[in-house]
């Protein structure tokens, strides 16, 4: 196969998602438009937030999310958070307007504002398929006459997990947008099934997709500060970061970008390192570790865990679901004798046959810096050992030597004093208490030497 007929790294998702065993042609390559051509990207929103109402917006912006688990002392927190850690950065723009402007920091500080742009831009679907997608991003800017400056870097974040196709983060954004006090543009991308595609099916488990979409957006992104005036830093790249259902999505961007996609989108993109946390999944034993043990209820309704992965099931092409659909996840012939789901089932063979195409990758040597961090008490969702396995996989090279690239963080999360002080009575998931750190982590600087950890953004993250 001529693999140069593919634009961008839509080749390798091309092969996948469209050359199943049972064929024996392969179909014509599908033609991709270019996501950083400037006729590719639409702008449909634009607002300027002072720095005060900025942090107000990221800190409402999945207070559902937080709440929902944490209840409203929780949100209290998580807005303190967003404020304290923007306030604590924002020296970093303010030195650098000073330094444009010919102005001092103090005066520089009260000129600006942060200005957040949704655009739509074309990548390749969960089918394979050319599709349309929303994006948000946040630059700052001068408040007088909105004066485009000099960016020192770009943030690409793909988010955490939204409750619902209304709260994405071109709706609501992310705190993971707060870097923007670094002098970044950030970049954060609607996953497909939300945002402009909310009528369209979601998964949380296409992650090697959503990792192709993110960097498509984030080619988008350099066209759109383009088309605003913006300038790149001497230093200028990309800061690729990821907590929760981002880390897994995080991960393999980081792969595509070393691996798969044209080098002049390589160089465009200048990737500097990568920040993963808690999203790690290795697809062929999490469905195992999701499912074996979960019992069906009496009305042979799936249980919730199930709804993961017939949601995943939804988003294959026809080609790939050997005849099931998704209703029949919900028959009882998938129950055997003891009332567990029979993981023979051909069913559940078809579908781990398609979740390993996301499974981990490693089978590469990672040419920058990328950190993985997990919480030895996460058990609900993203078991630390996920993380770890990456790590091993990665921290060797081929020839043995290790791989001063690849690093590991493994932090306790102490959930009876943290959760009661912090996050409130209601908090149950530790999940949500290692996602809640590992955002303070990914919003300080991402530097692997010198003090990783902004400890001083929040006092009580001091116990880490």
Not at 2 to 14: L, Q, T, V, W, Y
Not at 239 to 267: A, C, F, M, W
Not at 425 to 439: C, G, N, Q, W
């Amino acid at each position: 196969m001529n693999m140069n007929k593919f634009i961008s790294f839509a080749g390798i998702m091309s092969v996948l998602l469209f050359c199943s065993c049972e064929k024996e042609t392969v179909e014509e390559a599908v033609s991709y438009p270019d996501p950083s051509s400037p006729e590719n990207v639409d702008i449909y929103y634009e607002k300027l937030y002072s720095p005060d109402e900025f942090c107000e917006f990221v800190g409402n912006s999945f207070s559902d999310y937080i709440s929902a688990f944490m209840g409203d002392n929780a949100s209290l927190n998580f807005k303190a958070l967003v404020k304290a850690s923007f306030d604590a950065n924002r020296s970093c723009i303010d030195n650098r307007v000073a330094e444009e402007k010919g102005v001092m920091p103090i005066i520089a500080s009260m000129m600006w504002k942060v200005r957040i742009v949704n655009y739509s831009y074309w990548s390749a679907g969960y089918d394979g398929q050319p599709i349309q997608l929303s994006a948000t991003m946040c630059v700052p800017v001068l408040s007088n006459a909105n004066v485009s400056h000099t960016l020192d870097g770009m943030s690409l974040c793909p988010p955490h997990m939204a409750n619902d196709k209304l709260h994405c983060p071109t709706r609501f954004g992310t705190i993971m947008m707060t870097r923007t006090a670094f002098n970044h543009a950030v970049v954060v991308p609607d996953y497909e099934g939300r945002g402009i595609t909310s009528s369209r099916a979601f998964s949380d488990l296409q992650t090697l997709a959503q990792a192709r979409q993110a960097i498509d957006a984030s080619l988008a992104a350099l066209t759109v500060l383009k088309n605003l005036g913006y300038v790149k830093g001497e230093d200028f790249g990309l800061y690729n970061i990821g907590v929760s259902q981002g880390g897994g999505v995080s991960y393999p961007i980081h792969k595509l970008i070393e691996n798969d996609i044209t080098p002049e989108q390589r160089d465009m993109l200048n990737l500097k390192e990568t920040f993963c946390a808690n999203g790690i999944v290795n697809h062929d034993s999490f469905i195992d570790e999701q499912l074996a043990d979960v019992q069906y209820e009496s009305d042979g309704q799936i249980a919730e865990y199930f709804t993961l992965f017939s949601n995943y099931f939804n988003t294959l092409p026809e080609s790939e679901r050997n005849g099931y659909s998704v209703s029949d996840f919900k028959s009882h012939d998938l129950i055997n004798g003891y009332s567990r789901i029979d993981m023979n089932h051909p069913l559940m063979q078809t579908l781990r046959t398609a979740l390993c195409k996301n499974n981990i990758m490693y089978n590469w040597n990672p040419q920058h810096p990328i950190r993985f961090e997990s919480s030895k008490d996460d058990v609900n969702i993203q078991q630390d050992h996920h993380s770890k396995y990456a790590y091993d996989m990665l921290a060797v090279r081929p020839d043995m030597s290790a791989n001063p690239n690849v690093k590991f963080h493994s932090f306790s999360t102490p959930a009876t004093t943290f959760a009661s002080d912090y996050l409130g009575p209601e908090y149950m998931l530790t999940h949500m208490i290692a996602d809640f750190v590992s955002f303070a982590h990914a919003i300080g600087n991402l530097s692997f030497t010198g003090d990783y950890y902004s400890k001083d953004i929040i006092p009580w993250l001091n116990w880490l």
